[in-house]
């Protein structure tokens, strides 16, 4: 028993990925159980934010407000984001994709415009980063994000070849800042009041070790579900050569973000705060926004990245560990 708790610490968060897909295959595939899946299907939308607002605000207990300034790495890695965008949109504009092309390049598109997780900054705290400095670019990230997608993804094209339908830009973008505010805002807020208000509740809070941590991983277990329902579903609508082909597509964006966030990174002795900024997708808010204003099975694309990111980020807090370098989050 004692080596399988110690595995599970060791490997959560690839056991909350494996656990999620396999607890979506069976409800959905064994006869006994898909009425219940089928009757959890609606509120599943409404657990992850749940999940992300309760990591956020044990993650903001522990940071000092004071330290949440923008620093210079920051201002690089938006740029790069940005310059990752345009070329993305270049690609697609200047060669007139259409079909399957078109669908690859934006299930890539989705993964580089789409804002640094809000998990990031446990991961930072785990490989001893500055929490305080990826607290403040989760925001200016996000802001990022708001701007670019209003502004992109009326100059793509639709699959069948018509003018993409999008939203006006003011409404989208308040729409997306209303979404960025509730996830970030409202835990940072919360944290606040405890953490100068509530001062025996915040001490309590923060004595949990690797609280932040593991509540990450129980909300990959909801993410990797409906991450394997959205493949399955795909599935049905094309063929597993070119869902294969976004996986590997994904893989290779994951590797260059990360590599080119640590890459800059290394410039101010920031390899890991950068690293995780640039490499570490909302993936979560990737799908939706995938799925709202994009192809459908572009989708697939955030669905896959979210595996690769959790792999590197696994490997990377398994390196740390074993030098003795690990830290609580």
Known sequence: MNALVSFIKNWTLPVA????????LLFRFV??????????APHNANVLPDFMFLILFVTFCKVDFRKLLPVKWHFWIGIQQVVFVA??????????????ALIMMEAILVCIIGPCAAAAAVVTAKL????????????????????????????????????????????????????VSIVLLLPMLCAYIVKHRFKRLHRRIVSVKDLSYYLWGCSLVV???????????????????????IAVMGLLLC?????????????????????????????????WVATAFLHPLSSVGPGCYILWQNIINSVEIWIFRKRGMERSS
């Open 87 to 100: 070329a993305q949109l270049g690609i697609i504009i200047g060669f007139n994709l259409r079909g399957n």
């Open 255 to 287: 590797i260059i973000q990360f590599a080119t966030g640590r890459f800059i990174g290394h410039y101010f002795d920031k390899t890991i705060e950068a690293g995780q900024s640039l490499g570490q997708k909302n993936t979560a808010f990737s799908i």
């Open 31 to 40: 006869p006994a159980l898909r009425p219940i899946g089928q009757w959890y």
């Open 17 to 24: 990925m494996g656990t999620g897909g396999i607890v979506y």
């Open 128 to 179: 001893g980063g500055s929490l305080e400095e990826m607290t403040t670019y989760t925001f200016i990230s996000n802001f990022i994000s708001a701007l670019l997608i209003p502004l992109c993804f009326p100059l793509l094209p639709a699959a069948d070849g018509e003018a993409a339908e999008v939203a006006a830009f003011f409404p989208l973008f308040l729409t997306i800042l209303y979404k």
């Open 223 to 245: 993410v990797t579900g409906t991450t394997a329902m959205n493949i399955v579903e795909a599935w049905e609508h094309t063929s597993v050569f070119f869902l294969c082909s």
